[in-house]
């Protein structure tokens, strides 16, 4: 049983279906992160756990406790922690009436309200803010205060909506690692969404990636990268080649598919699985641009060797970007310094044929 | 920074010095002036604090605003909060009507529960007649009648200011509160109500200050022993004994700089305390809840309620307005037109006076409003700030203060008083803090890159304004004018010192046909037309874009 099980959950507002009859576990202990781009139902999913959302349909289990079919568990009661995009830190109490604002509504002695909220201040390392207003403090300190606030009942599910979308590129990078190192280190089961598909790779056990309500694949952060289950997918997360072209032939035994393209009557790539190909689909030969290797002189050996001109180019200090034409076709590829760069220069590119997957159109 | 600016900036300086400063500082001048002698000393102060009947009056006005204040919280806060989580339908009729009373004339409103909740008014005669009490009660004469009348009247400031609050308040603020297991009435008092102080307050000053400047619902429910009630009877009666003026002025200057010093602190704690600049993003409407059915009828008994003690204004001016001899009858019998007749045949002038005045002050009001809103947003010249905080501050000074003030100013040394123009002056210094905020508001709104792109292209400052920024403005403009317009036909506590014979408006009629006959018909017949009016005004204000709320919203301030 896993710990937090979603049953056909289906949310509408109005006419718009933002969540369409999902199903999702949550394993014990898991870092789970939805990922999508805005609108494709991933907070309305987050709140939906939290209670502040009811949905129309479906259920939710948490811990084996139905939250809605046995009557609806308002969030005051479903023992969750939770961190808000804008923090929702309250402004007019102070950081320690904030972090021990629900802990004050179960009985408990003073004493040990006190040695928690001490204890989860040095955690998140906000010692000595404690008579601090919000207002007087950093967007980083704030999100410390929302996340000592969420942690501080020991809560059962964590649940964390864009909680560092508000911060700046430097802090945002550190505090992946923290709240990472945080949650894994007191075991909590965690649900976290982000549209930042790097966010979604550093943090996660699992990415649930959605969209438009529904999900579209569920995988560790490297399934998803190096087999993505649609051109969604693969655009949504890193960057991808698509190069349009139709199936040609199918080799079953080893996932080997010709595919026909503008450039290439037969461009050997590798069948993802999922989707049996056959001869005659349309699809996209894709490739991510770190797997196009290039060379300035025709190598000896190697499938999918191609020539391409220069088209463009983009420096991004630790690596090359090149836009190169095999015809009319363009592919992006990660370039050493040391080749020539100049656009109309003459390249050679070696499509990987175990890297180059073939995504349905 | 341009030259024209600076002029500009002088040109309002040289108004507000010669319609504010001046003839408030006459006042206060005044205010220490010893009767019988030439001199001047604190003779008059130390008689008011050591004076047991000053000091009574004093005191019972400060406990008529607590109370007021209060009852007007206690009622308002179930109210905002209704309007502004409920899904709930007819929610904009409601709301409209609920801050009808904020463009309605308050002595309007205390005529129709005269009407309605007098000794044989209709609510003690049905009573009596259903055989349900023996003698009439007393609902409305007294302090308590004053509480609820004045209450009723601010309702409004209370419930919009804890609408603003209500809906500002970014959700996840309360969603938060909810996660970490507080429900309903706790989350309420230990989060939201907190978060909303600050723009409460804002309303609640307002609310406070009335007391200290209505002098006429008292002098009508035949309470006098307030200050503004006063400060009137010793100014306007008793203009032979000099010394009584005098303690009158003593009375208006106390009365002001309480108000002043209230309004200053409710504006310096709300700017301390403004918590809206902490969240980020809050959806348009703020948190909506759709309530269970226990709750859903309540509030709507509640806010109907509310409603129909707001509809009885018009509904009971308007039957009395339609009818003769309506007494010891709960419902009048004999209709007529006679009211309008007399209006219209004896005193057309009332209504002509009525536009004229708040047409020109309104022009003064749009002529002066638009630079000094323009000084104020789009430049740095040096003292706007000061400029700002002067027309400001005269929302909160009492209406009485300007009307004496304007009378002791205007006499002697500068003798505008002796013409008509004096009117229309007064009523534009009253009520010029209402256009500029809506205009200051809008201008606000007015992205500078739009104007800034226009000086690029070559265009001067100037045409500039004339082609870019007043078209943009317009709309808020507009709302600006007809509420301004609205508020200067109203106004009263000004303008009854002021007036002569042949300079009557509408309301000093309605004042003067109440005071010497006590026959209501006349004066209900002219608060009608006023409410008419006025609820025409408020359909083109509608009309022109933004609602009757914001409307009302934007033009909330103090009243006369």
Redesign the interface.
Not at chain 2, 175 to 183: D, F, L, T, W
């Given at each position: 049983m896993a710990y937090i099980e979603i049953r056909n959950l289906v949310k509408r507002y109005k006419k718009v279906t933002a969540v369409n009859r999902i199903q999702l576990d949550v394993e014990k202990g898991e870092l789970l992160t939805l990922l999508g781009p805005s609108g494709c139902g991933k907070t309305t999913t987050l709140r939906c756990i939290a209670g502040l959302e009811k949905p129309e349909e479906g259920d939710i289990i948490i811990d084996g406790k139905p939250m809605i079919s046995e009557g609806f568990v308002q969030p005051s009661k479903r023992g969750i922690g939770m961190m808000f995009q804008n923090y929702a830190v309250w402004p007019h109490m102070k950081v320690y009436s904030n972090i021990v604002y629900g802990l004050k509504l179960q009985n408990l002695s003073r004493q040990s309200i006190k040695e928690k909220a001490k204890n989860v201040l040095e955690l998140v390392g906000l010692q000595g803010l404690e008579e601090r207003y919000p207002g007087q403090l950093s967007g980083g300190q704030q999100q410390r205060v929302a996340l000592a606030r969420a942690l501080i009942r020991n809560p059962k599910v964590l649940l964390l909506d864009e909680p560092l979308s508000n911060l700046d590129a430097k802090l945002r990078e550190k505090m992946r690692f923290e709240i990472k190192s945080l949650v894994k280190r007191m075991g909590i089961t965690s649900v976290y969404v982000t549209h930042d598909q790097a966010e979604a790779m550093v943090i996660s056990d699992r990415i649930v990636v959605m969209e438009k309500g529904n999900i579209v694949q569920i995988g560790s952060p490297p399934e998803i990268y190096e087999r993505p289950a649609s051109r969604f997918v693969a655009d949504f997360i890193g960057a991808m080649n698509f190069i349009p072209g139709e199936v040609v032939g199918v080799h079953s035994g080893t996932n080997e598919v010709y595919v026909r393209t503008e450039f290439s009557e037969k461009l050997l790539c590798k069948s993802t699985g999922g989707d049996v190909t056959t001869p005659g689909q349309k699809v996209y030969a894709s490739i991510r641009p770190e797997d196009v290797e290039v060379f300035a002189e025709p190598p000896q050996s190697g499938e999918n060797i191609f020539k391409g001109i220069i088209a463009n180019k983009a420096y991004l200090g630790n690596f090359l970007f090149l836009f190169i034409n095999i015809n009319d076709t363009a592919i992006r590829v990660q370039a050493p310094h040391q080749l020539p760069q100049e656009e109309g220069h003459e390249l050679y590119l070696s499509l990987n044929p175990q890297k180059c997957i073939v995504l349905p159109e | 920074m341009s030259r024209g600016n600076h002029f500009l900036s002088s040109l309002l300086w040289l108004v507000i010095a010669l319609l504010v400063i001046y003839p408030l500082s006459i006042l206060i001048i005044e205010s220490f002036k010893v009767s019988g002698t030439d001199g001047s000393g604190i003779q008059n102060y130390l008689e008011f604090f050591q004076d047991t009947y000053y000091l009574k009056t004093f005191w019972n006005t400060i406990v008529l605003s607590t109370m007021v204040l209060l009852v007007s919280t206690l009622f308002g806060i179930p109210l905002a909060y209704i309007l502004a989580r409920y899904r709930q339908r007819g929610k904009t009729i409601f709301t409209a009507l609920i801050l009808l009373p904020i463009v309605l004339p308050a002595y309007a409103g205390v005529f129709a529960f005269i009407i309605f909740f007098g000794k044989f008014g209709t609510m003690n005669l049905l009573l009596m007649n259903a055989g349900l009490i023996e003698k009439p009660l007393n609902f409305i004469y007294g302090f308590h009648g004053l509480v609820f009348i004045e209450a009723l009247h601010m309702l409004p400031f209370i419930v919009l200011s804890l609408v603003s609050g209500l809906t500002s308040i970014?959700p996840?603020?309360e969603?938060?509160?909810?996660?970490?297991?507080?429900?309903g009435f706790?989350r309420f008092i230990?989060?939201t109500l907190?978060?909303c102080?600050p723009s409460y307050l804002a309303g609640a000053v307002m609310v406070f200050l009335w007391p200290f400047t209505d002098w006429l619902t008292p002098l009508i429910l035949g309470q006098v022993d307030f200050l503004p009630s006063v400060a009137y009877i010793n100014i306007a009666y008793h203009f032979t004994d000099v010394h009584r003026k005098h303690m009158g002025i003593v009375a208006v200057v106390v009365s002001s700089i309480v108000c002043i010093t209230l309004f200053l602190f409710a504006r310096w704690w709300v700017e301390k305390?403004k918590?809206t600049?902490?969240?980020?993003?809050t959806t348009a409407e703020g948190r909506v809840i759709e309530p269970g059915p226990f709750l859903k009828i309540s509030s709507y008994l509640y806010t109907f309620f509310i409603a129909a003690l707001v509809l009885l204004i018009p509904i009971v001016l308007g039957l009395s307005a339609f009818s003769r001899r309506w007494v010891f009858e709960p419902f009048p019998t004999y209709w007529t037109l006679d009211n309008f007749r007399v209006i219209l045949m004896e005193s057309p002038g009332l209504i002509y006076n009525s536009f004229l005045f708040s047409g020109i002050a309104l022009i003064f009001g749009v002529i002066f409003g638009l630079p000094a809103a323009y000084i104020i947003v789009r430049t740095r010249v040096p003292g706007k700030d000061a400029l700002d905080f002067m027309i400001t501050l005269m929302l909160a000074f009492p209406g009485i203060a300007i009307g004496v003030s304007y009378l002791l100013a205007f006499w002697e040394g500068i003798p505008l008083a002796t013409y008509w123009i004096i009117m229309p002056l007064a009523l534009f210094s009253r009520r010029l803090p209402y256009f500029l905020r809506i205009a200051h508001a809008s201008y606000l709104q007015l992205d500078i890159s739009l104007e800034e792109a226009s000086e690029v292209s070559g265009v001067g400052k100037f045409m500039t304004f004339i082609n870019i920024s007043l078209p943009l403005l317009m709309k808020g403009v507009l709302v600006g004018v007809v509420m301004f317009f609205i508020m200067a036909f109203q106004e009263i506590s000004t303008a009854i010192f002021l007036y002569r014979g042949g300079w009557e408006t509408l309301p000093i009629g309605i004042y003067l046909n109440w005071h010497r006959g006590m026959e209501f018909g006349i004066s209900a017949a002219m608060a009608f037309l006023m409410i008419v009016i006025t609820f025409i005004l408020l359909l083109i204000i509608a009309k022109i874009g933004g609602g009757i709320l914001k409307a009302a919203w934007g033009g909330a301030g103090e009243k006369k």
């Open positions: - | 970014d996840s603020f969603e938060a509160a909810e996660v970490e297991g507080a429900s706790r230990t989060v907190p978060l102080t305390k918590y600049g902490l969240s980020k993003g």
